[in-house]
């Protein structure tokens, strides 16, 4: 079975490995190339240089946009993932309608992120006009509905996640510091903490990831008003190739940084939670 297997492997990967390179590897390898160059569309494209990368860090906009997502991604990060963890636990103490409540926290994983930044911005629009403002009025609105939306969206997720890592530790390991004494905040921390990196590691990476990525949400719901303020890396991007006459290969050179940003935090938080992973 094993040698049959190993004969037809080529057949079965070849359809996703032609998808795959055709759909990510070859438009990768071209942004690239275009982020060096001057172009309106990819058959006149004229090749200038590092040009459009000394341009990005002359513009004020990707500066405040950078600043802007690495805050919202840190606080982000910190809420979702305490709150996430701290519903695991309650969930995982055998009470009553706790599967209910678990599928509850995920439904908001399900509803899109344009949806989502709509429902939102009507709903904190609401509460600011008792106070005569709007969520646009000022940028530190906007910021903390950010959060509050992406809290709010990915929870759940989290949540799901770390319910599934408090599950497998071992109850002979809760059952043993028991026995020697150990407090509860001393069980959490020397115990089940370490027991589930694996998934703190998945939930990091996940939050990490899709804070920095964020754009539907931050379209919806302040569109990176007022004067461009809360506008995200990936909105920012959006404006300045879309929205600017000249401008393309600047916005494609954006997208080429933006990229290698993301990569290297996300892979660097990987190797660093992964380091503090325990082998059973």
Known sequence: MQKTLKRYFPIFVLPTLLAFTFAFIVPFIMGVYLSFCNFRTITNAEFRGIGNYVKIFADRDFVNALWFTVK??????????????????????KIRGTNLFR??????????????????????????????????????FGFWGLVILMNWQMIGYMMIIYVAGLQNVSSEL??????????????????????????????????LSNSFKLFDQNLALTAGAPSKRTAMLALDIFNTFYGRAGYEGVGQAKAVLFFLIVAVIALGQLVLTRRKEVEV
């Not at 993932?81 to 636990?89: H, M, Q």
């Not at 344009?114 to 009507?122: D, N, P, V």
């Not at 027991?195 to 998945?202: A, D, E, H, K």
Request: overall charge positive.
């Open 72 to 93: 919202f991604t840190v606080f982000s990060i910190l809420t979702i993932n305490i709150c996430s963890f701290a519903l695991a636990l309650a969930l995982t103490r």
């Open 103 to 140: 599928t509850v926290f995920f439904m908001p994983n399900l509803i899109g992120g344009i949806i989502l930044g709509y429902i939102w911005q009507q709903m904190i629009n609401a509460l600011l006009l008792k106070y005569e403002t709007t969520l646009v009025a000022n940028a530190t």
């Open 174 to 207: 809760l059952e043993a510091a028991q026995i020697d004494g150990a407090t509860g905040w001393q069980t959490l921390f020397k115990v089940k903490i370490p027991m589930v990196m694996p998934s703190i590691t998945i939930c990091l990476f996940l939050t």
